[in-house]
């Protein structure tokens, strides 16, 4: 099992553009999230989804879309990128208790 | 008032010591407790759950107080793989397995 992989792992984007942050996971998990880590901060909840094809937001969710089209697939759009948007994005599933987390994608928004 | 409040250190002790963090929530409602390990520039793993009555694994104690709304971590006999940041981690009532991080503590084991 590969687990929880994310793409790409570092990203650079310019003010306004758009890109969308992949995440995958092979353990058949229903219940599937998304976060940003920001430098000395805790995790923050930006959408999660409890199964394909619902999504709800989590504490952060303006200027992210997501979709859950199928249990192996959580990705995270972002439409028009934001400075306040430079983080660390970690996609995470659970079936249990314990979140199995991706390697984290770097974004920079610039 | 955070809902989950660490003290972010850092915390730098030698090889051998035994050092404690501490944690509180601010939800009493919170059902279960967690430790998760992150090394630098790496995603979050669970390192392990907190238990009522208390817990050990190996070098590694955790504790849990409901009635003050508090966990610890104690590790004994710290080694240099020890340095890392860790985050306690609650599961507030209500849905979808949520956790709530604090912003961890950041320990650094010298030589």
């Known amino acids: 099992n590969a687990g929880v992989t994310q793409t790409p792992k570092f990203r650079i984007l310019k003010i306004g553009q758009s890109m969308t942050l992949q995440c995958t996971q092979d353990?058949?998990?229903?219940?599937m999230y998304w976060y940003r880590q920001d430098p000395g901060m805790g995790l923050k909840l930006i959408y999660y989804?409890?199964?394909?094809?619902?999504?709800d937001k989590g504490e952060v969710p303006n200027g992210y879309n997501v979709s859950r089209s199928t249990t192996e697939d959580f990705p995270l759009r972002l439409e028009l990128a934001a400075p306040s948007q430079t983080s660390v994005y970690f996609c995470?599933?659970?079936?249990?208790?314990?979140?199995?987390f991706g390697p984290g994608t770097r974004l920079l928004v610039l | 008032r955070k809902e989950v409040e660490q003290d972010p250190g850092p915390f730098n002790v030698p090889e051998g010591a035994t050092v404690a963090f501490n944690c509180t929530y601010s939800n009493s409602a919170s059902q279960s407790f967690f430790w998760y390990r992150q090394d630098c520039r790496k995603e979050p793993k669970l390192l392990m759950s907190?238990?009522?009555s208390g817990n050990e694994d190996g070098r590694f104690t955790a504790q849990l107080n409901r009635a003050s709304q508090y966990i610890s971590l104690l590790i004994r006999d710290s080694k240099l793989s020890d340095s890392a940041t860790y985050l306690c981690v609650v599961n507030p009532p209500g849905s979808a397995r949520q956790l709530t991080f604090g912003s961890g503590t950041q320990l650094t084991v010298l030589p």
């Open positions: 995470a599933s659970t079936q249990e208790e314990t979140q199995y």
């Open positions: 989804s409890v199964g394909a094809g619902i999504t």
């Open positions: 907190v238990y009522s």
């Open positions: 353990m058949n998990h229903n219940y």
